[in-house]
């Protein structure tokens, strides 16, 4: 029995919506002031050490927007993962759970401002974090061949705060800070600590989590700290589909070995999920510091893929789609006399042609003898994050460079991702194909050394000018490791027309791997100077240049200007870049996609590939951006109010291709200028800077507290409007992406948050506004449509036993709101897309429903 139906289940999502009734809810980037174990401190003031070289400055106080989201507030969101936990936080910020998505569901890309996940810059207390290995082919629009960061590798227990600069800062921090940073704050206590064990399901009685996690403070030496946090989590998948049409079709026609669920939408399952966090620091004199901080994480993951029909499914049963079964001869000398099988009912094994010519033929063969009812595949993978940063930071006490800030630092950073795809065939091996492959395995190694010094200067000004300048080494290396032999050798059936390689994910051949490697410098200068006591002006200079394609020069000018005492006025303007990664650079790799309904292997190439040139690719250039802003921030007695202006043009974006359709005029000319295997392609792709964008935005945070109902209470709300224009583009990149890239994302996106704080007792309660976006689903234009707007609630109820012991109770999506539900194709009730799903992927709330848990944390 579903555990929603338990008396258990009834009685805490009862519990949680009597508590809740009549609040107002939901989260915002500035949410819930800092808190102690039990008590609200309203009074601490949100300081930020990203968007400025200078001293750390209150965001109030900031030319730029920043949000700060406290450790305590992630916390209490009950999701497990940090994506999930900034999404309820910062409403520009967007993430996709990709039900079936090829890698995109191993490491899930996420959006800032509406621009895809490599264009924001992942900073670990302020130092670049590398990219992960995973490249999101089936990235669904906006994220299509997107590579960034593996954000969901950091526990929320380990960290300190989160810092998020809402504005463009490529001319700060260099290469992808398009859209803005996102700065992970490592808790740095030098005593204390927690232990927290949490447990929770899907409301519908699946997606099983467990998390047990800790952080502890230690003293390292006299002088220093040893921050110490751990993670382990394991998740099981979900499930929200129904029976494929024509699955349940060869079912009832008498078709052995049909699964009864034969194609999954859910979330993946998660194993072994664990990550380990340290954070040292050590002051050797009174000037200078030691630090160190660096993390291990890995985890494994797997998840559905498309259902391989056994009447269709082609170059495993018919090369026709679905005319004649494909039957191979087994003999050397192909003198089987193997038969043609016409399919004309919904049963070939019933077929006499069929069980005389091949089930009781054994010079004769089809993937039907072997699986009669068809597979699924399952993909998934192992990831592997590591991380070092060693450094020294401190003040110069003599010399020509006395009073002369330096932060001295060298980073090294490597993400693995080891690809499995389980339950499928390489056809072109026949009957003594394994079921099983590791089609291989992606690397991303990143070596980072900066040196920053910075330095006030008395020019007679109301307060000391900064300027701050420094020098800056990257080293970015892509590796492609071939996978075992089985994956992707072309077995002796190749010449009849089997696939070749494993099915859904053939592996990389020894051909395609190889160590791809960029390295760039940059050297940039900072200065702020505050020409009165209520005008401060800042402007940043950064060159860069890159051993592939040359050199940039980017600046940003931002100001502030206090009004009144209550008011203040900030604005920027900027130009950006975001340099192509090694991997969109060099990649190649076969997907298995829908392209008009049908499931189709396509390849991606190398943009300079001779395939990819004879359809308009070209060597990937950077994208370049220029961005400005215009705010206001406006704080009285305990209300706290800002409100911003952006607007992002960039030109030359960089993105996967439409899936391109070769001609056999395009077969010709490629086969006569000698490139193999050309009869073997149906689609290819590439990346390529084919189109431009311009994305613009309000967004609007406030933030009140108040003593109510006996105890200490913080409102906040925090809305965001994004429109995203594409400006230019061409047929390579095609009016659909163009749509998804406009409209998949909700325009309008709110939350509401109430966090109430009494002596043994809190609650925090979110209420999240998705505006409407286009529903899509398998990345199908025909099936895509405007989805409603929706709302979703958000609790958690925390009980302080003492001042070491808590137990909290929460949901997310507590009132069990459904994702947009597909559509029906015409009267008859037959599912507009025949792939088994319920729900529109592009759900922003995901498609899984309400979930719920319990936490016990001990804090000592």
Known sequence: MKLKNNTLNQAIKFALATTTAGLFISGSAIAADEQSEVKVNKNVEKIA??????????IGDSPVPIDIIGGEELEKSGNTDMLELLKGSVPSFNVHQNPISDAASLVRPANLRGLPSDSTLVLLNGKRRHRASVIAFLGGGINDGAQGADISVIPSIAIKQVEVLRDGAAAQYGSDAIAGVMNFQLKDASEGGKFEVRKGQYFEGDGDTTQISGNVGLPFTDSGFANLSFQYKTADA?????????????????????????????????????????????????????YMFGNYSERDVRGGFYYRNPHTRSGVYSNDDGATLLVADLTDDMSGNCPTISITDGNVLDD?????????????????????????????????????????????????????????????????????????????????????????????????????LSKGYDFGLAYDVNVAGGLEWHEETFTVISGDEASYTAGPLTAQGFGIGSNGFPGFKPSQAGEFSRRNYAAFVDVEAPFTEDFLMGLALRFEDYDSFGSTTNYKLMAQYHVTEDLNIRGSISTGFRAPTVGQANV????????????????????????????????????????????????????????????IQVEDRISQSEKITLSQADKDTLSAAGVPNVEGLAQVSFFTNDFDTTTQGVDVVANYTADILGGSSTFSLAYNWNETEVTKFSDITGEFKVKRLEEDLPNHRATLTWAQQWESISAFTRLNYYGEYQGVHVDYDATAKTADASVTLDAEITYFVNDSISFSVGAQNLLDQDAEKLDFQDATGIPNNNWGGKYYETSPY???????????????
């Open 49 to 58: 050490v990203v968007g400025t070289r200078s001293a750390p400055r209150s």
């Open 238 to 290: 979900t499930s929200r589909s129904v029976q494929r049409p024509d699955a349940a079709g060869f079912a009832a026609a008498g078709v052995p070995d049909v699964s009864s669920l034969a194609q999954v939408w859910g979330a993946p399952e998660v194993d072994d999920d664990i990550s380990l966090f340290g954070n040292v620091g050590l002051d050797l004199t009174n000037n200078s510091q030691f």
């Open 352 to 452: 006499p042609a069929y069980v005389n010519g091949v089930a009781n033929n054994p010079d004769c063969f089809a993937f039907n003898e072997m699986i009669p009812g068809g597979f699924t595949p399952n993909f998934g993978g192992n990831i592997t994050d590591t991380s070092l940063t060693i450094g020294t930071k401190g003040e110069f006490t003599d010399g020509f460079m006395k009073d002369v800030l330096y932060d001295l630092s060298g980073t090294v950073g490597l993400n693995e991702s080891r690809y499995f795809i389980y339950n499928t065939v390489n056809a072109s091996l026949g009957p003594d194909t394994p079921r099983d492959f590791s089609p291989g395995k992606y690397e991303q190694l990143e070596k980072n050394f900066n040196l920053d």
């Open 588 to 647: 190649s790799n076969v997907q298995t996609n829908l392209s008009d309904g049908v499931l189709r292997d396509s390849a991606l190439l190398p943009p300079t590939n001779p395939v990819a040139v004879q359809l308009g690719g070209t060597e990937l250039q950077p994208e370049e951006s220029q961005s400005y802003t215009f705010g206001a921030v406006y704080t009285i007695g305990d209300l706290f109010l800002t409100v911003d202006y952006y607007n």
């Open 846 to 860: 995901g498609i899984n429903g309400g979930f719920y848990y319990a936490k016990a944390t001990y804090t000592f």
